[in-house]
């Protein structure tokens, strides 16, 4: 299967191991990978935000990017999200309309992908820690995953998972909302940060970056020792 990978914005200019984890665990499950160089930002930011019209530009460039792609992957359970979301954006629009349902038909969250479309349940991974996994807002309430990635985990061979308490709160990233309402950002991501401590885990794993970045920068403030790492960084540990 031909996947193109839809890298996303945080992990294209912070998450970069992310990325190649990502292509390095596709390739070893037997998907040929490609990059579209003209992808852009999906246009969450500014759509999340209330900007409609001027979020539709960079829109436009990922539909016509990825429009005869055979499926489209990302690491990015908020960012799938939004591609999905396509269809109604341009819902009225006659040039965009078919297009944009095409593009959210065929795209897929890692986890999705990996266990749903390709059937596979254990990667082969490897990694002798115990974890904790937060599952985020965008990916389990809007996308509908939820399942995929503890099955993943499961089949982690010396992995050690203890749930995370008061699992579904938000924490408090909701993009923008982290800057305009950054008061009570830093209360929510606190919670959470004050739950993933009290799993007594070594990482907090997760499969959307913002969350990650959100939760591990109030972690390393805060001079907590638990680490924040992408569900991709633990499926890619192989021995």
């Known amino acids: 299967m031909k996947v193109s990978l ?28 490609e990059f ?24 436009k460039k990922m539909i016509d990017t990825f429009l005869h792609a055979e499926v489209i992957v990302t690491p990015s359970g908020s960012c799938a999200t939004m591609f999905k979301e396509y269809p109604h954006v341009f819902k009225d629009d006659p040039l965009y309309a078919e297009k944009a ?42 996308l509908g995953v939820k399942d ?24 408090g990233f909701g993009g923008t909302f982290s ?17 993933a401590i009290e799993t007594e885990a070594e990482y907090l794993v997760g499969a959307d970056g913002g969350c990650l970045m959100n939760i591990g920068g109030r972690m390393h403030r805060r001079g907590e020792k638990i680490k924040a790492i992408h569900i991709a960084e633990i499926l890619n540990q192989i021995v």
Request: net charge negative.
């Open 6 to 33: 839809f890298a996303t914005c945080l992990v294209d200019t912070f998450q970069t191991n992310v990325g190649k984890a990502t292509v390095e665990i596709l390739e070893r499950l037997g998907c040929e990978i």
């Open 179 to 195: 800057v305009k309402m950054g008061n009570i950002s830093e209360q929510m991501v606190d919670e959470k940060v004050d739950s």
């Open 36 to 59: 579209p160089r003209s992808q852009v930002c999906c246009g969450q930011p500014a759509y999340n935000s209330g900007h409609i019209e001027k979020a539709k530009e960079p829109m």
């Open 101 to 142: 349902q095409i593009v959210a038909d065929k795209t897929y969250e890692l986890t999705d992908f990996i266990v749903n479309v390709l059937k596979v349940e254990d990667v082969g991974a490897s990694f002798n820690h115990k974890i904790t996994y937060h599952p985020s807002c965008h990916m389990t309430r809007l």
């Open 148 to 171: 995929a990635p503890y099955t993943l985990l499961n089949n982690v061979k010396g992995l050690e998972f203890v749930p995370l308490p008061y699992s579904y709160n938000c924490c």
